[in-house]
């Protein structure tokens, strides 16, 4: 029995709608939620290992997909809004009371900046892009799981057709050595 990975893929994975155009996501709070309205699907939905990604009680990953940040606006409550860690690449937005993410903003110079990192779950609408792939798999380890459990979690996600990365997927991961061989000049931009 593989532990539960997240509620959103420990029952199989629900195809999304290519023609989906977007919706709401609120935070946990039962008055004055915060809203944020999304116009559009989200893309390179995936589930991540890393310690740093806002996951539900429970699950070992969570559910992160990114939005260009032109297409997202904080719709009601966002004085509830606070950035978790400063210093972060990550700018993680968590709403300051049920302390959930609404939304992940990257301002330095960065291959993702221009991009919001985004949970589907948080939105009651169906639709949203399915998750792709697994990341950073190998880093629930640093957060106290059983490394012996490791080869029941892979086998589990690639049983749901999804391929397991200890980094980002390969396309994430050109995409970042394009950005950083084009700001040292040794690739054309575009
Ligand atoms: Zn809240
Ligand atoms: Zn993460």
């Known amino acids: ?34 809203e944020v309205t999304i116009s559009g699907n989200v893309a ?5 290992g890393c310690s740093k990604c806002w996951k539900p009680k429970g699950a070992l990953f969570s559910i ?7 297409q997202l606006n904080v719709t009601a409550n966002g004085d509830k809004l606070h950035i978790v860690d400063k210093g972060a690449t990550i700018q993680r937005n ?20 221009g991009l919001d990192f985004v949970h589907v779950e948080l939105s009651k609408q169906q639709g949203w892009q399915e998750p792709q792939f697994a990341a950073f798999v190998s880093s629930i380890i640093e957060q106290g ?9 892979r086998t589990k996600f690639k049983s749901l057709g999804l391929e397991t990365y200890d980094t ?23």
Request: glycine share 8%; hydrophobic share 40%; proline share 9%.
């Open 1 to 34: 029995m593989a532990p539960p990975l997240h509620p959103l893929i420990d029952h199989g994975i629900t195809k999304g709608s290519p023609s989906f155009l977007g919706g709401k996501l609120c935070c946990h709070c039962q008055n004055d939620a915060v």
């Open 44 to 48: 390179h939905n995936h589930a991540c």
């Open 64 to 70: 992160v997909a990114v939005i260009p940040r032109d």
């Open 94 to 113: 968590a709403c300051k009371e049920c302390g959930v993410h609404l939304f992940g903003r990257i301002e330095k110079e960065h291959a993702f900046k």
């Open 145 to 153: 799981f059983d490394p012996r459990g490791m080869d029941e979690v």
């Open 168 to 190: 980002l997927s390969p396309p994430l991961m050109d995409a970042i050595a394009t950005w950083t061989a084009q700001k040292a000049g040794l690739l054309p931009s575009d």
